[in-house]
């Protein structure tokens, strides 16, 4: 099964996506987090990374495609992924669409995560984040069982520079213009299904598989 997920910053695409993964045993690829562990790590694709996501700006698509296209050949992705970050732009979709067709495959899901832009900046100034595992709480609808520390792994949590008021106007600004259109893209496809994300996070993954039949 190949999944996209789409949806505004903090819509819950990466609550959703590792849902997803564990269920249906695919695995969960995200490029913030392939873009923030290189950041980590302090690789050359990082530093150039870093300097879009600090203003909440998307990193230019030819520093994406191909990782991702690289990334859904390995052996892990053979049945199956869920994509969640990506595509984020019309010319990343096509990019997609070229890279499939040629591996002779092609995306059978692309889910809508829809909340409006009035839930978004209260979803993330309360996100915590863990950068060592990539796991993902809220201070009110997802809290740790300990404040403030990674129920997973243990280490501190931080709230992303990226998840700052400021910040999270600009990404919304950047889903609007560059994003939304690939709500239009994949309905062209045949393969647009939406949920509503403002519901609770187990009753949107009822709604997400009863899509995807459990
Ligand atoms: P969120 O889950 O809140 O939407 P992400 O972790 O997906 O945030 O992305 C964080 C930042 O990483 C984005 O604001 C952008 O700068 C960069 N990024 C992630 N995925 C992409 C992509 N497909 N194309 C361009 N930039 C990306
Ligand atoms: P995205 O990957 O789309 O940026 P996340 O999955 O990281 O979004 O979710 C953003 C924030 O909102 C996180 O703090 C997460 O715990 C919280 N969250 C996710 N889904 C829901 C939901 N259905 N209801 C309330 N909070 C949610
Ligand atoms: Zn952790």
Redesign the pocket.
Known sequence: MRIIMLGA??AG??TQAKKIAARYGIPHI????I?RANIKNGTELGKK?KT??DQ????P?EL?CDLVVDRIQQPDAEKGYVL??????IP?AECLTEALEKLGSKIDYAIDVDVPDSNIVNRMSGRRACVKCGATYHIVYAAPKQEGICDACGEKLILRD?DKPETVQK?LDVYHSQTQPLIDYYTKQGVLKSVDGTKDLDEVFAQITQILGA
């Open positions: 910053p903090g695409k990466g995200s490029t913030g987090d873009f990374a879009y996501m909440g700006l998307l990193v698509d994406t969640d970050g990506f595509p984020r732009t990343q990226d990404r």
